[in-house]
């Protein structure tokens, strides 16, 4: 069965740390992996990642995919409060329209 | 630009009741069109997707069906609401599949 598991499940910092959050993923057929960011409604779209090693970059976030070892990071610099979210990753495998998430990290940046 | 529209935002009904959540995209013509559940501290569930009006795909065995009546309008559906379909429920548009998802504001549905 398809799955992506995220890790840690919850992570509280303060502000000025970086963090790294981690997405595991066993699919059949890996095609993309996308990393979303929830507030407090619906999920915004951060990155997606079709090519091993490559670093996705946008200000203070980045993101890089190890497709030999099935996992992707999300790594955030010099937190701010209004970094704290749920960060959602999800994968699509090939030949599907299904789009399987993760469970989320739930971040808490302390001022 | 692309906008996505979900209504109503908040919902309670009482178990047994019908349901009709809407979702409308503006800007784009011819979208998938998804729709999710999220329950409580958990990921997202995919119910239903289309690839076009008339076009519809369920994820998942339950008492909810999708519509999709026009190009750019998703309906998600009930006849009678069972406690379990408590939730917060997400419509989603892609231009074409495997590409990414841009998500509507939700509906958080409360079934007493």
């Known amino acids: 069965e398809d799955k992506v598991v995220q890790s840690p499940l919850s992570l509280v910092v303060h502000e000025g740390d970086t963090v790294t959050l981690n997405c595991s993923y066993e699919v059949t057929n890996f095609r993309s992996l996308l990393w979303y960011k929830q507030e407090k409604k619906a999920p915004t779209f951060l990155f997606m990642l079709t090519s091993s090693g490559i670093e996705k970059k946008s200000g203070r976030l980045s993101s890089i995919l190890d497709k030999k070892e099935l996992f992707s990071i999300l790594n955030i610099t010099a937190t701010q409060t209004g970094d704290s979210a749920v960060y959602l990753c999800?994968?699509?495998?090939?030949?599907?329209?299904?789009?399987?998430f993760g469970s989320g990290t739930r971040l808490l940046v302390r001022p | 630009s692309q906008t996505i529209h979900q209504w109503p935002a908040t919902l309670v009904q009482p178990v047994g009741s019908p349901l009709s959540l809407e979702c409308t995209v503006e800007?784009?013509?011819?979208?998938?069109l998804y729709w999710y559940r999220q329950a409580a501290g958990r990921g997202l569930q995919l119910l239903f997707y289309?690839?076009?009006?008339?076009?519809i795909s369920s994820e998942v065995p339950q008492n909810l069906s999708a519509s999709r009546p026009q190009d750019r309008q998703f309906i998600l559906s009930s006849k009678k609401l069972l406690l379990s379909d408590s939730g917060f429920y997400l419509c989603?548009?892609?231009?074409?599949?495997?590409?990414?998802?841009?998500f509507g504001p939700g509906t958080r549905l409360t079934v007493l």
């Open positions: 999800a994968v699509y495998p090939e030949s599907s329209y299904k789009l399987i």
């Open positions: 989603a548009w892609g231009r074409i599949t495997y590409n990414e998802q841009f």
């Open positions: 800007g784009t013509s011819n979208p998938n």
């Open positions: 289309s690839v076009g009006i008339g076009q």
